[in-house]
């Protein structure tokens, strides 16, 4: 319950907050200290699986009652700010697809690595500002992919991510294939949607989760307006409700150096 209070606060005090500025873009907030490390993260139900050899994923392998919650752009610093509290708050675990030319990344970098180091956020490649990439000539591509890669080690300590989610989802195999260049093969779609890359009410946000929030799905959201920062709890409550079991990609697919560890344990197994 205390939780519960603690994320309905935080989700009114963000909306008055919305309603007061306006429709301008916020102004980033004062740096923010970085908090208590997040809860142990629980157990996986499942082993991690090889990355699919197609290289396109639109949805989570297998049966059972996992969902991924997959967060694009990040225009908002303070979106990015709530997603972070409320990752740390709830133990929700998310993948974040971050576009580096959005300050609300740096700004609330403090906030995120710690979750990011506990396993319990995970980031993929999303391109550094968003652009149609078909429009784009191979060079410019590998460009914005390989920028928004190199600001992700930086700024986060990333070097071990396969995941790739083309901007509009808009890809061909040319685009595949130069991410895969970049070190991103695994081109990351999706089954669902919280439909809020536009503005929406929160009845019309969760209109959106009802239908799509369920097993096995990988679901696409936005860190870009403050719709999705007042509804946290009833996205946990639906989530209760249903049994559902958050996980983010990485607990999904092992990555190239998860899989390398997990075979040098064994070989040490089989040694000793």
Request: hydrophobic content about 45%; charged content about 20%; glycine content about 8%.
């Amino acid at each position: 319950m205390e939780r519960r209070r603690f994320l309905l606060a935080l989700a009114a005090g963000l909306a008055g907050a919305a309603v007061a500025r306006g429709p301008a873009a916020p102004e980033p907030p004062a740096p923010v200290a970085a908090p208590a490390p997040p809860p142990p993260a629980p157990a996986r139900a499942a082993p991690r699986r090889p990355l699919p050899p197609t290289g396109v994923v639109e949805g989570l392998p297998g049966h059972g009652n996992a969902l991924a919650l997959t967060i694009d752009d990040g225009t908002s610093t303070e979106v990015v700010a709530a997603f972070a509290t409320f990752a740390a708050e709830s133990g929700t675990r998310l993948t974040f697809f971050p576009n580096g030319r959005y300050r609300s990344w740096s700004d609330n970098a403090a906030l995120l690595r710690p979750l990011v180091e506990s396993g319990q956020v995970a980031l993929g490649n999303h391109t550094w500002s968003h652009p149609d990439l078909r429009t784009l000539d191979d060079r410019e591509v590998a460009d914005e992919i390989g920028r928004n890669r190199d600001f992700l080690r930086t700024v986060f300590g990333v070097r071990d991510s396969p995941f790739f989610r083309p901007p509009f989802g808009f890809r061909d195999e040319r685009i595949d294939r130069i991410a895969a260049d970049q070190g991103h093969p695994t081109v990351v779609l999706w089954d669902g949607t919280l439909a809020d890359s536009r503005v929406l009410t929160a009845e019309e946000l969760m209109a959106a989760a009802r239908q799509w929030c369920t097993a096995q799905r990988i679901v696409v959201g936005h860190a870009n307006h403050a719709t999705v920062t007042t509804v946290y709890g009833e996205l946990l409550a639906l989530i209760a409700e249903r049994g559902l079991r958050t996980v983010t990609l990485a607990d999904v697919w092992a990555t190239p150096a998860q899989r390398l560890r997990g075979s040098v344990a064994a070989g040490r197994a089989r040694t000793s």
